[in-house]
C-alpha cells in the first residue's frame, strides 16, 4: 500500500508544489482564469472521455444510490454543522463580536475616518460565518470528494478487478450529480445576494453546466468509434487537465495563511474524511455487502475535498481560502484514513 500511495502522491506534490512556487511570479488573475478553463473545458472533457469509457451495461445498480445517498447525508450534516458553528462561532473567536460592531458603525458613516474604515469593515463581513460566500464554501467543502483525480488514481488499487465498476460508477455519479449537479446549485445559491435569487437562474445554472451535457454526449456516443487521433486526444486531454488543476490549486494555497485559515476548515475535514465514509460503512456493513463493494465505497467516499470545489469558488465567487484549506488538510489525513479504512471495512487485516 506504500508504493501504491507514493506512487499516486508523486504528481499531486509535484503539480501542487510547481504551482505554489509560480504563484509568486505570475498575475494575481490567473488562478480564476484556470478555474475557469477548467470548469468550461478541461473538467468536460475528462468526463467525456470517462463516459465514453465506462460500460455501464454491466455495472451493479447499487452503486450510484449509495452515491446519491451519501451526497444527501453529506448535505444534511454539513447544512446541520454549519448551524452549529455559526452559533458557536463568536466564542471561539472574539474577533467575531469586535467585526459585528464594526461593520454597523459602517452601515451609515458620518465622519471621513468611518468613510476610510467602511472598506474593511465589508471585508471583515465576508470574513465571518453569516456571509453566503463561507456558508456555500463550508457545505460544498463537506461533501463535494476528488473522486476523478484522486479516487480513480488511489481506490483501484486496494479493490479486485471484478469490482472496479463499482468505483467508476461511483465517480461519474458523484461528478455529474454531485459536483456538477447539486455542488453547482449550492454554488448559485450562496455565490448570490438573497434578494438576486430566483429558481429559474438556479435551475438555468445546473442545466447550463457544460460538464453534464459532456457526460451526456460521451455516454450516447459509447458506440460510435471515432477517428483515433480524436480518440487518443481526448484520452490525452486528461493528462492535462489534472497537472493543470493541481497547480491551480497550489497557486490557492499559497495564499492561505497559516493557523488562521487552516481552522475554518477542521469541520468540513472531519465530516468529509472521517464521518461520512464512516457511516457508509456501518450502513453498508448492516446491509450485509461483501467486503470488496463496501471497501470501494468507503474508499470513495472518504476521497479528499474536491478541487472542483475550487473551481466552482472562482466561478461563483465563494470563499476560495476555506475550500482552498480543506483540500490540504482532508488530502494530509488520507495517509491516516486509508489504512484504517482497509482494517475496519477490508476483507483482510492491514
Request: no cysteine; aromatic share 10%.
Amino acid at each position: 500500500m506504500t508504493d501504491t500511495l507514493f506512487q499516486a502522491y508523486v504528481p499531486l506534490l509535484f503539480w501542487t508544489g510547481l504551482g505554489l512556487l509560480l504563484f509568486r511570479f505570475l498575475p494575481d488573475s490567473l488562478p480564476r482564469l484556470l478555474g475557469r478553463s477548467l470548469y468550461w473545458v478541461g473538467i468536460p472533457l475528462e468526463i467525456l472521455a470517462l463516459a465514453r469509457q465506462t460500460n455501464f451495461a454491466a455495472q451493479v445498480g447499487l452503486a450510484p444510490l449509495v452515491t446519491i445517498a451519501t451526497l444527501i447525508s453529506g448535505l444534511i450534516l454539513a447544512w446541520a454543522s454549519l448551524q452549529l458553528v455559526r452559533k458557536t462561532a463568536p466564542s471561539l473567536h472574539p474577533a467575531s463580536s469586535e467585526t459585528n460592531t464594526t461593520v454597523q458603525q459602517a452601515i451609515a458613516p458620518k465622519t471621513s475616518q468611518e468613510i476610510a474604515n467602511s472598506s474593511s469593515a465589508q471585508q471583515a463581513a465576508v470574513n465571518s460565518w453569516e456571509a453566503r460566500s463561507r456558508q456555500g464554501s463550508f457545505i460544498l467543502s463537506s461533501m463535494i470528494g476528488n473522486t476523478g483525480f484522486v479516487g480513480l488514481a488511489i481506490a483501484p488499487a486496494f479493490v479486485s478487478e471484478d469490482y472496479l465498476g463499482w468505483i467508476v460508477f461511483y465517480s461519474v455519479t458523484h461528478n455529474v450529480v454531485g459536483t456538477y449537479g447539486i455542488g453547482v446549485f449550492l454554488a448559485s445559491y450562496f455565490g448570490r445576494s438573497l434578494h438576486q435569487i430566483s429558481w429559474r437562474t438556479l435551475v438555468r445554472d445546473v442545466l447550463t453546466v457544460p460538464s453534464l451535457w459532456a457526460f451526456t454526449v460521451g455516454y450516447l456516443t459509447r458506440t460510435v468509434e471515432l477517428p483515433s487521433i480524436l480518440e487518443s486526444g481526448l484520452h490525452s486531454s486528461v493528462w492535462v487537465v489534472i497537472p493543470t488543476a493541481l497547480m491551480m490549486m497550489g497557486m490557492r494555497l499559497s495564499q492561505i495563511q497559516g493557523w488562521k485559515s487552516l481552522r475554518l476548515a477542521l469541520v468540513p475535514t472531519a465530516l468529509k474524511v472521517i464521518v461520512i465514509p464512516g457511516l457508509v460503512g456501518l450502513v453498508s456493513t448492516l446491509a450485509g455487502l461483501p467486503a470488496e463493494p463496501r471497501l470501494a465505497l468507503v474508499l470513495m467516499s472518504g476521497m479528499p475535498t474536491a478541487f472542483a470545489g475550487l473551481i466552482l469558488a472562482e466561478e461563483y465567487e465563494l470563499d476560495r481560502e476555506l475550500i482552498a484549506s480543506s483540500i490540504v488538510l482532508t488530502t494530509i489525513l488520507l495517509f491516516v484514513t486509508i489504512p484504517a479504512w482497509l482494517v475496519l471495512f477490508g476483507d483482510r487485516p492491514f
